[in-house]
């Protein structure tokens, strides 16, 4: 039989090529570039400087001295995925640099013209993404395969850590990507035993995504979290600090809001929740799917793609298979043990964190931004957005 099943031709090329994935990376951008071609040397030169200019309060004059520059040298979508990040991690640190009391309504020309452009070539937002943040902004530091960022913020030590270990996640990731193209395809082909087999797969890659997100404890201080780093991955749309939004100047005679960097960003879990038949309160649902749109559109396609596909839970229901049944659960149990995790470290690194920062007035690490208080980055009220997702992925479960 298995013999049988190894000459079947396999779904994973066609997909993974079709949607911009990865064998190896996922939704990870392989091996990203680190440097755009010389004309563009003005926004890397600024980009690799960000932290020192921020803490130096020089980073707004520095932006507004640079050269207009003209993206259409800009060739393919490396180049592009870099030019988005580079230039969004500008805007944050030209938005931030006075924290949240020191606000500008203006982004000027010479930046927000260039970071329309890349946006629109890629379909992104304007604005630092999940996208950029994590699945761009990865480099080998040394042949042992030792990472570091690309771009930087202030934060230290603490910003990598919680760059790669996100980044970490997302890699941890990959087989349970693998193994969700294979469970539709088994699906498809009404072949139960390979469905069984990727299953068991999903199952195990939700397990080792939280292994990778529990490293978040060794590699990233709370207190830093929660009082340097927060507030350079806040948007301006549901923000009390940023009510009317950023006008981009020479882009739009009028502000306009976005969501800052969230974790709802990532096209993992969405993809999971469509595999399995997982469906969220109304109001998560909403703040969910405006996620995907800042998202790469070809990995928005793949999340639509798998929604589209024939219904697992159906499948799992009318083939009185216990075997399937147990496995689907293990995939579901997985996915509320990683959610259920997920709650413990936002409760770590932002309630006792601001309890903690509270009691300090400050202290070393700078004073917090109290319109994020009750929200997370994204906009979201983060408590309970979180626990009504996970309460809901147990509701998934399929009773013996």
């Known amino acids: 039989m298995e013999s049988g099943e190894e000459k079947e031709e396999s779904p994973l090329p066609t997909v993974l090529s079709r949607f911009q994935l990865s064998e190896e990376y996922g939704f990870l951008l392989p091996n990203p570039l680190t440097e755009l071609p010389p004309p563009y040397s003005p926004w890397m030169e600024i980009a690799h400087e960000l932290p020192q200019l921020i803490a130096s309060h020089q980073l707004r004059a520095r932006i507004r001295q640079m050269p207009q520059l003209n993206t259409q040298h800009l060739w393919g979508r490396e180049e592009l995925h870099l030019a988005h990040l580079v230039l969004s991690f500008l805007t944050m640190g030209y938005v931030w640099q006075e924290g949240?009391?020191?606000?500008?309504?203006?982004?000027?020309?010479?930046?927000?013209?260039?970071?329309?452009?890349?946006?629109?070539?890629?379909?992104?937002?304007?604005?630092?993404?999940?996208?950029?943040?994590?699945?761009?902004?990865?480099?080998?530091?040394?042949?042992?395969?030792?990472?570091?960022?690309?771009?930087?913020?202030p934060g230290g030590e603490s910003l990598r850590g919680f760059i790669l270990v996100t980044l970490l996640v997302e890699k941890a990731a990959v087989p349970g990507i693998k193994a969700t193209i294979q469970a539709v395809h088994a699906i498809r082909h009404l072949d139960n035993e390979l469905l069984h087999r990727a299953l068991l797969g999903l199952a195990a890659a939700i397990g080792d995504m939280g292994k990778a997100l529990q490293r978040m404890h060794d590699y990233v201080d709370p207190a830093v979290f929660y009082t340097v780093i927060r507030i350079f991955l806040s948007g301006w749309r549901d923000n009390a600090a940023m009510p009317h939004g950023l006008l981009y100047e020479g882009v739009s005679e009028q502000p306009m809001a976005f969501s800052g960097g969230s974790a709802a960003q990532s096209s993992v879990l969405h993809v999971f929740d469509e595999l399995l038949g997982i469906r969220h309160s109304q109001e998560s649902t909403a703040f969910l799917l405006r996620m995907r749109d800042y998202m790469p559109p070809p990995h928005r396609a793949f999340i639509k793609d798998i929604s589209g596909a024939p219904s697992l839970r159906q499948h799992i229901l009318s083939s009185a298979d216990t075997r399937l049944r147990e496995a689907f659960n293990r995939c579901v149990t997985a996915l509320v043990g990683f959610r259920s995790l997920h709650i413990a470290i936002v409760t770590k690194y932002i309630a006792v964190a601001k309890a903690k920062a509270g009691q300090q007035q400050a202290g070393s690490a700078g004073k917090p931004p109290a319109a994020l208080e009750a929200k997370g980055t994204g906009g979201s009220h983060i408590f309970t957005f979180l626990k009504s997702v996970r309460d809901s992925t147990r509701e998934g479960l399929i009773s013996a």
Do not use: C, M, Y
């Open 100 to 153: 949240e009391k020191g606000t500008t309504k203006v982004l000027p020309h010479n930046l927000a013209v260039p970071f329309w452009e890349v946006s629109q070539a890629l379909g992104l937002p304007p604005i630092l993404s999940h996208a950029d943040f994590v699945l761009a902004n990865w480099r080998r530091k040394d042949p042992s395969g030792n990472l570091e960022p690309i771009i930087s913020l």
